[in-house]
């Protein structure tokens, strides 16, 4: 039997409720920064996948 002791966990940068009270200001301001990227991408795959129903929505609108 084979364990994975050596292999490092990875803890996510992030998440959703955590305690912060653990976390000094740098790190919290890091975070902020993680999390506004990560709602720029999010908001940026919207404004794609709206693009792509629109356009379709076009070809397939009757005229």
Same mark, same amino acid.
């Given at each position: 039997?084979?364990?994975?002791?050596?292999?490092?966990?990875?803890?996510? *940068?992030?998440? =959703?409720?955590?305690?912060? #009270?653990?976390?000094?200001?740098? /790190?919290?301001?890091?975070?902020?920064?993680?999390?506004?990227?990560?709602?720029?991408?999010? *908001?940026?795959? =919207?404004?794609?996948?709206? #693009?792509?129903?629109?356009?379709? /929505?076009?070809?397939?609108?009757?005229?």
């Amino acid at each position: 039997m084979f364990l994975d002791d050596d292999k490092p966990k990875r803890t996510p *940068e992030h998440e =959703i409720g955590m305690d912060l #009270s653990v976390l000094s200001v740098n /790190e919290l301001k890091a975070r902020i920064v993680l999390l506004k990227a990560e709602i720029e991408r999010l *908001e940026a795959d =919207i404004r794609s996948k709206a #693009s792509t129903r629109d356009a379709a /929505e076009g070809l397939f609108s009757k005229s």
